[in-house]
């Protein structure tokens, strides 16, 4: 009997299953992102804003990533319907604490898929993931960084302006 | 044609020389390649086969699943319904069993 599903499909169902569900959760972060970006731009914030319009944008990719994956090895990539995003916040400190705590549930999601592409022998989709870890890597640091500007300069008019000033600049270097 | 798993008013078998599959349910035959099935399956896997159950709405007594492209049409049953999944879920675990033994020969002769 021939083996027509591995000759269609390159990755297994359950994998294909926590891909798709991965891209729903980029899909989320992209529009959690675009309401942040909102925020910050009616509170003048006009550096986090454009940080976040440009983190909007690049979980956009991420998205698309996965979901190319998905098409090439044969499955079933499915577009994801994005539920409602928080887009009241009371302080700018409160929307990059969302952002990290987004991030993190975004790295462990990756974490996992990583961890069953192990258990189930999926050496290529292991390796395609191993991008998302290390992008993942950079994410956290970067809006972690930005959070350690608001302990050391407080929030006063002040402080948010030179903390909004100096959003667009950090960046990982390895 | 290889016979991938049967349910009391269904069975699913694989046509090698077709690269396809043929679903025949109540006496009903669908023909589906490769694509198809697991489009097939992912369709059926997203009905909550539960909340249907406990739901007081008269429409989920009823369902019209969509085979691949709109071709034809199932319109099932809640208790279709459930002997469909069970079907469909059947055959893509013996499936998944089948690749698992070509790739454990395929391993053998490596060796």
């Known amino acids: 009997m021939k083996d027509l599903l591995r000759q269609r499909v390159a990755v297994q169902d359950s994998i294909i299953k926590k891909l798709n569900n991965q891209v729903k959760l ?4 992209s529009a959690a992102y675009l309401a942040m970006a909102a925020w910050c731009d009616q509170n003048a914030y006009d550096h986090s804003a454009k940080f976040f319009y440009e983190q909007s944008s690049e979980e956009r990719e991420h998205m698309m990533k996965l979901f190319h994956y998905i098409s ?3 499955g079933i990539a499915v577009s994801p319907a994005v539920a409602g995003s928080q887009s009241e916040f009371s302080s700018l400190k409160e929307v990059f604490e969302t952002a990290l705590e987004n991030e993190i549930n975004v790295t462990e999601s990756i974490n996992q898929i990583v961890s069953d592409c192990r258990k189930n022998n999926d050496f290529a989709t292991e390796n ?10 950079e994410e956290e640091f970067v809006i972690r960084r930005i959070l350690d500007y608001f302990e050391m300069l407080g929030e006063d008019p002040k402080s948010l302006l030179m903390i909004d000033e100096r959003v667009g600049g950090v960046s990982y270097g390895e | 044609m290889h016979l991938i798993h049967q349910t009391e008013n269904g069975q699913i078998v694989q046509a090698d020389k077709e690269n396809c599959f043929y679903m025949t349910y109540k006496g009903m035959e669908y023909k589906m390649n490769v694509c198809s099935f697991i489009a097939f399956k992912s369709k059926i896997d997203t009905y909550n086969l539960e909340l249907m ?8 007594d009823l369902e019209i699943i969509p085979l691949c492209n709109k071709d034809r049409f199932l319109v099932l049953t809640l208790e279709e319904m459930i002997e469909v999944k069970h079907l469909v879920q059947g055959a893509l675990v013996m499936l998944e069993l089948n690749s698992i033994v070509h790739q454990r020969i395929n391993r053998a002769n490596l060796v």
């Open chain 1, 26 to 29: 980029e899909a989320q972060a």
């Open chain 1, 72 to 74: 090439d090895m044969g």
């Open chain 1, 128 to 137: 395609f993931m191993q991008w998302f870890v290390k992008e993942q890597v």
């Open chain 2, 53 to 60: 159950l406990m739901s007081d709405v008269t429409k989920n």
